[in-house]
Every structure is written in C-alpha cells, then in structure tokens.
C-alpha cells in the first residue's frame, strides 16, 4: 500500500496535482472486515497527517468548489466513521474559518455542501 506514492509520484506531479502531503491508505474494511486492520491503520496515517499539517499553522487557500466537498465527505466518514453530522458543526465552522482562512460565508456554504446527501 505504501509503495504506491513510490511508483507513481512522477506521473501525479506530471498530471499538474501539487502535494504537500501524502498518505496511502485503505478506505473500506472489505468484505468480512478482510482489511479492517490496514483501514484503521490508515486512519492513523491520515490523522497524523493532519496533523503534521496543522502544526505548521500556514494557512493555504481553499477552493470550495470543486473536489473539495467531495474529499472533505470522504475525510469525514474515514476520521469520524457513524458520528453524527450536525454534533462538530461548531468545531468544523472553526476550523474553516481559523486555519483555513475561509470567510463566515464561505465556510457555512461549505458545510452545507458536506452535509448535504448525495
């Protein structure tokens, strides 16, 4: 699973994605939870990710249009799999706003862009 940014980090790049950071990981548990050991050992690798992230308190711009949503919906099922959607709303609108720079608008729209149902 590791090797996977190893083999393809210079056709990603090639594709014009720019990484900060990377983790591979599994996303599912697989069948009978087959995979249930890797899929929460990469939880951690993608909490200590963020981690590390934050720690460095530089703010980036966010686009909130886009693949955000879509990997902010991801990243919330894989980090807080079952929690409640409305119950860190609060937590969420701070982060948005604090680290990511996003205005109270912006960052309201987001949400509702994440909790909506697909």
Not at 99 to 118: F, G, N, Y
């Amino acid at each position: 699973m590791d090797n996977f940014w190893t083999r393809n980090q210079a056709h990603v790049e090639k594709s014009g994605i720019a990484s900060v950071a990377h983790a591979c990981i599994t996303t599912i548990k697989g069948y009978n939870n087959v995979y249930e050991k890797r899929y929460l050992e990469s939880r951690k690798k993608v909490h200590r990710m963020i981690d590390e992230l934050l720690a460095c308190e530089v703010s980036c711009p966010v686009d909130t249009t886009g693949l955000f949503v879509p990997v902010c919906k991801g990243l919330r099922e894989l980090l807080a799999p079952g929690k409640v959607p409305g119950k860190s709303r609060a937590k969420m609108m701070q982060v948005l706003t604090k680290r990511c720079k996003l205005s109270k608008e912006d960052a309201m729209q987001l949400l509702r862009m994440i909790e909506e149902k697909v």
